[in-house]
């Protein structure tokens, strides 16, 4: 079988969760052009899911990549969603409508989609998931087999040992959250590490939060790299760490792919005095309580009401760090008027249980309800 060289791999990997888009569709135009920047660079992982874009992530890296590229001048990874599955009949039927989105015959890297506590382990368990990705691996269909994992490290630990056949692990980690005590990015970190488990990175910008910071803390970051932006501290934090064998970045414009790209060129490891700084920054930041949504969308695809939850957290946390009224109010009705209101949740709960993040979601819009809707009435 053939094993995972991580020193192969590219440091920056290509997330297709977030692409531009254009009159409610992916922008493929847009795409296309980032995508032969990012080739031209060197890089070449590619990672996307069968429920991104509503299902035509998948299809964008076809057009994007499979169709225009060689196929072995690439990485192509995606995953297995739990809650789209009732029988075990579901793997395959998925499995083959991936194959057919993405025009390949085989997936280099192949993930059970956000495992964590709960029903979505449960179900890859009563499922024989795990079994069932090393038949297909023996098949020439997966190249890798892993999973993304969103659960505590105690499940992770319970996984591993169960499960020693996982080549590799996808966790969210970033400064932010390595002490974050839902999140645990540095106790899961830990744990891979010590198991010897190559690792990518997902959500190094925590959703964009760690590119968009305060005027304050973008200066600490500027006085030590005048020319460096905020998200380049993120990436190389992740990059830094022994053991990630790639960072995502889900690049949603061509100015966010040039600065990566500048930042992964002629990468340069964190400095212990830049650690420090970061650490200065991460302190200051967590005095300032933030919803810590990162915009992955997961809860809106289902929501009753159309509600656009992440637009309306992003307005909140806005309206907290920065203590203004008018802006976020502004992007508060502009996201509310093709969709559902804060106040418009029926607390049906559909939205906490694919939460990633184990946000607290009703009881955020009913604050969102309070600070937005009641002024508007």
């Known amino acids: ?7 192969e791999m590219p440091k920056l990997g290509f997330g297709l969760m977030r692409l531009p888009q254009k009159d409610g569709a992916i922008d ?18 590619f990672d996307t899911a069968y ?19 060689p196929r ?20 395959d039927r998925i499995f083959n409508e991936q194959c057919e989105r993405a ?6 890297y192949y993930l059970l989609h ?22 297909k691996k023996a098949e020439g269909k997966i190249r890798h087999f892993g999973f993304s994992f969103h659960g505590t490290p105690e499940l992770l630990e319970q996984v591993l040992d169960l499960h020693p056949e996982m080549e590799f692990v996808q966790i969210q980690l970033n400064y932010a959250d390595w002490e974050n005590p839902v999140v645990r990015s540095g106790e899961l970190y830990e744990i891979l590490k010590r198991r010897g488990i190559p690792m990518i990175i997902m959500e190094p910008v925590k959703g964009g939060n760690l590119a968009n910071l305060t005027p304050e803390l973008e200066a600490k970051f500027r006085a030590a790299r005048p020319d460096a932006s905020a998200a380049s501290w993120a990436l190389r934090f992740a990059a830094s760490l022994p053991g990630v064998m790639t960072v995502l970045s889900g690049m949603s414009n061509e100015e966010q792919m040039q600065d990566n790209l500048c930042t992964f060129t002629h990468f340069e490891p964190l400095t ?3 650690r420090g700084i970061i650490r200065e920054v991460t302190a200051i930041m967590l005095d300032t309580p933030l919803i810590g949504c990162t915009a992955c969308r997961y809860c809106t695809d289902g929501c009753p009401m159309q509600i656009r939850i992440p637009d ?23 996201v509310t008027r093709d969709g559902g209101k804060a106040g418009d949740c029926i607390g049906c709960g559909q939205c906490e249980g694919v939460c990633p993040q184990h946000l607290p979601i009703i009881s955020l819009l009913a604050e969102a309800a309070e600070v937005f809707d009641r002024q508007e009435a």
């Open 1 to 7: 079988m053939e094993k995972i060289h991580p020193a």
């Open 72 to 91: 072995d001048s690439f990485y192509l990874a995606t995953k297995l969603p739990a809650w789209c599955m009732k029988t075990a009949e579901d793997r």
């Open 272 to 274: 212990e005095e830049e």
């Open 28 to 45: 493929m135009a847009r795409v296309t052009e980032m995508v032969d920047a990012y080739m031209a660079a060197g890089l070449n992982y």
């Open 51 to 69: 429920v991104y874009h509503g299902g035509t992530s998948e299809v964008a890296a076809r057009e994007a990549v499979v169709k225009r590229y």
């Open 103 to 108: 025009g390949v015959d085989y997936f280099d």
């Open 114 to 135: 956000s495992l964590e506590d709960g029903s979505n382990y449960e179900t890859y368990e009563r499922l024989d998931c795990f079994r069932w990705g090393l038949q």
């Open 312 to 334: 309306i957290f992003r307005a909140v946390n806005t309206m907290r760090l920065y203590h203004e009224d008018w802006r976020p109010r502004n992007f508060y009705g502009s």
